[in-house]
């Protein structure tokens, strides 16, 4: 079994690849890939020997057949249904985001749980009551579900996508979902990876950022 981090690893390493072959480069070696990423050599020449693949000393790594391995290693050399939950302003931009549909993730089905949101369109996709999701998510077309809902709402929106067979979940809720050990979430929680970005400013500013508003003198608006 692949540990979650090595499986990050991976993908940073396709990502690169893919950015070199775009400008046109064709081979890469391990040192150039640790350098880049800074990490070591002997860490990367590890972490690309788990899809087989060796580099040719003197020359290096083949990087399109390199990132093909590593595509269909992580599983993106095909589609995959993706189903949302929450058409909120945060469910609404992932949705259009291009990003999504160029890497083979597809938003098939959209569900809010808001009366004045539910049977609006998004592009091809109907927006769906919440309270279908068990039905809907059954039909087996969908593999990833992302929650965009509010906090109070996730746990009970994670327990319907268990209960409909789903066990991969990205979540941009700040909750610690409980779920079967079966089940796989990531969490992105954008306002604890803001803070993070605070205080590496704070510290750099000697705490006193020349730019940032104290909260105590925030007017109100």
Request: aromatic share 8%; hydrophobic share 40%.
């Amino acid at each position: 079994m692949i540990s979650t981090h090595t499986v990050e690893r991976l993908v940073i390493y396709r990502r690169l690849l893919k950015r070199l072959e775009k400008n046109g480069e064709r081979w890469v070696t391990s040192r150039k890939l640790a350098l880049i990423l800074s990490k070591s050599p002997a860490q990367v020449r590890k972490d690309l020997s788990l899809i087989g693949r060796m580099g040719k000393p003197g020359v290096g790594y083949n990087i399109p057949a390199l990132r093909e391995d590593l595509e269909r290693l992580i599983g993106i050399d095909r589609s995959w249904g993706v189903a949302l939950i929450g058409a909120g302003n945060l469910g609404r931009a992932l949705f259009y985001y291009s990003g999504f549909r160029k890497e083979g993730f597809l938003f098939r089905a959209v569900f809010d749980a808001d009366p004045e949101r539910i049977g609006k369109k998004w592009e091809d996709v109907i927006i769906e009551d919440s309270s279908n999701i068990r039905s809907r998510l059954s039909e087996g077309d969908i593999h990833i579900a992302v929650i965009a809902v509010p906090a109070s709402a996730v746990q009970g929106v994670a327990d319907k996508l268990v209960s409909a067979g789903i066990r991969e979940m990205l979540n941009f809720a700040p909750v610690n979902l409980r779920v079967p050990e079966d089940v796989h979430v990531r969490s992105a929680d954008l306002a604890f990876e803001l803070e993070n970005l605070a205080f590496f400013l704070s510290s750099r500013d000697g705490g006193n950022p020349g730019t940032g508003d104290n909260k105590k003198n925030r007017k109100r608006v």
